[in-house]
């Protein structure tokens, strides 16, 4: 979705206005559509529209994703669209609201896979809609808008969703951090002081009772909860909560419109917000000696980076913002390599081979002893970096073990085998003395991760284009027992060790 507004705002403009313009329109739009949400006997109040938008505009994240293109930007925009397209649909069951009601509910899952979290609520607060005829229609269409990226999704062993359940690194283990951090988080993105205010109201139940209300409280409730409680298997991104600002704006707007001292409240909360917010935003136009993602690796810093490049392609070491801003900048292609302490993303699906095959490479890194070089750039930056005349990939390597691990001992020479799929025109020599190729064992928990090295039995290759059996040996040294997530990685002596596996649950007892 955010490539596809790009590309929308590319045809009209270039730089940053051909980025950000169609997330302009979207956020004005969002702003239209909450609007017309509201009953139309609460839009009579004398101040309806100024407390509306001192209410929108005192919220970080209208501000924030009106300029700012992310998933959320779009994510707010058909969120709201979304609610506009049930409230019709309850209202009549004509084609025109059901198809309006499909499009909507396949665009937020485009968007963004919070907006099933989005559906699935507000279904589940209005369980009389299963009861419709029109809402099993409105599913099944949206099923069938939503085809081409289910086979997309099938085509790529359902990366995306494997990775969201079950493979993100914190996924599985408690951590006090990230329920403290999670509502911290929420605190702040959400506007602290009205945050407080609209729980304090829904805890005394002073928000008037009407069939909106109860709804948009469950779906702001409901939204706060459910993150609230995954927090307690992963840490939760702050962004991530988005959505709550809808439902939040048009509560906080009930609430004025009915209590004259709420509304002043609401009212002096809200300018205060906005003069920070104000100052914020002219804050990070300005060049100032800051560390905000606004005010650091400006377009002078990827120029200078090319130019020490030379002609060697340029590859960040687990930085996909610095590959894309590097491309923005200079118009070379750059990518991302991403380690095991770094998270999957797009490099990781897209196959570059083809773009540094035969070609000197440039790695900028930061924090690895890989990198042993260093330079200072034109603009004063110093950087980390390897200069290599022989890289090749090995991240879409595919390796399983035959059979799965579940149990394992400690102070035992273990024997496994191994397939793994070589997608590339090359092999990779594992194990001649001194090969530039090394293969181990992942092990992590909530508090560590343990690397345990893979020794290759006999001369044995990844043969190119194919699947190949590798026999290896390892040995489990004093680990603690304990229930592990557990994936074969592989390095060359350049670089850190990727992943080429899925992470599966092993017990390791001593």
């Known amino acids: ?31 239209l559509v909450i609007w017309k949400l509201i009953p139309s006997e609460k839009k009579t109040h004398k101040n309806a529209e100024l407390l509306f938008f001192i209410i929108l505009l005192s919220m970080p994240f209208v501000n924030l994703y009106g300029f700012v293109t992310t998933p959320d930007a779009p994510l707010l925009f058909f969120s709201a669209l979304y609610l506009l397209a049930l409230k019709q649909l309850e209202e009549k069951d ?28 507000s279904i589940l607060f209005k369980p009389k809609l299963l009861l419709k005829r029109s809402i099993y229609v409105a599913g099944i269409i949206a099923l069938i808008l939503m085809t081409p990226y289910l086979y997309w999704l099938y085509q790529n062993d359902f990366i995306t969703l494997n990775y969201h359940l079950f493979q993100r690194k914190s996924i599985g283990y408690f951590q006090p951090k990230f329920v403290y951090g999670y509502l911290l988080g929420t605190l702040g993105v959400l506007n602290p002081m009205l945050l407080v205010l609209i729980f304090i109201q829904i805890f005394n139940k002073k928000i008037t009772s009407n069939h909106q209300n109860k709804f948009m409280i469950k779906m702001f409730v409901g939204y706060l909860a459910f993150f609230f409680l995954y927090s307690f298997r992963s840490w939760i991104e702050a962004h991530w909560v988005a959505f709550a600002v809808i439902p939040m704006a048009l509560l906080l707007f009930d609430l004025g419109v009915e209590n004259q001292k709420l509304y002043t409240k ?21 060049d100032l000696p800051l560390k905000t993602e606004f005010h650091i690796q ?39 390599l991403n380690d095991i302490y770094y998270r999957p993303n797009q490099y990781n699906l897209w196959n570059f081979e083809d773009e540094i095959s035969d070609k000197k490479v440039l790695f900028i890194g930061a924090g690895s002893s890989s990198f042993t070089d260093s330079t200072k750039l034109e603009t004063g930056d110093y950087i980390k970096y390897k200069k290599v005349d022989d890289f090749r990939l ?9 059979p799965p691990l579940k149990t394992r001992s400690n102070n035992k020479i273990e024997r496994l085998n191994l397939t793994i799929e070589n997608p590339y025109h090359y092999d990779i020599e594992l194990s001649k003395e001194n090969s530039a190729y090394h293969m181990a064992f992942l092990l992590e928990n909530a508090d560590q991760q343990i690397i345990i ?33 557990l994936s074969i990685i592989i390095k060359d002596h350049y670089l850190y060790f990727i992943q080429i596996s899925l992470k599966f649950d092993v017990t390791v007892k001593n």
């Open 394 to 402: 090995l991240s879409h390597l595919k390796a399983t073990i035959n």
């Open 94 to 121: 004509d084609f025109k609201y059901i198809l309006f009601f499909s499009i909507t509910a396949a665009l937020l899952i485009y968007t963004k896979y919070f907006g099933g979290i989005v559906i699935l609520l």
């Open 298 to 336: 400006k377009k002078d810093y990827f120029k200078s980076i090319e130019a020490f490049a030379d002609d060697r392609v340029v590859i960040f070491i687990n930085s996909y913002q610095n590959a894309s801003k590097y491309t923005y900048y200079t118009k070379q292609k750059s990518f991302s």
């Open 453 to 485: 090295p893979l020794n290759v039995e006999n001369l044995q290759f990844i043969k190119a284009n194919k699947k190949s059996s590798i026999d290896v040996n390892y040995e489990l040294n004093n680990i603690k027992s304990g229930t592990y997530k």
């Open 266 to 286: 609401i009212k002096y909360i809200g300018m205060v917000s906005i003069i920070l917010i104000v100052a914020f935003r002219i804050m990070i136009i300005l």
């Open 1 to 31: 979705m955010v490539a596809f507004i790009i590309k929308i705002s590319s045809f009209l403009f270039s730089g940053a206005l051909g980025i950000r313009l169609v997330t302009i329109l979207l956020n004005a739009f969002m702003i």
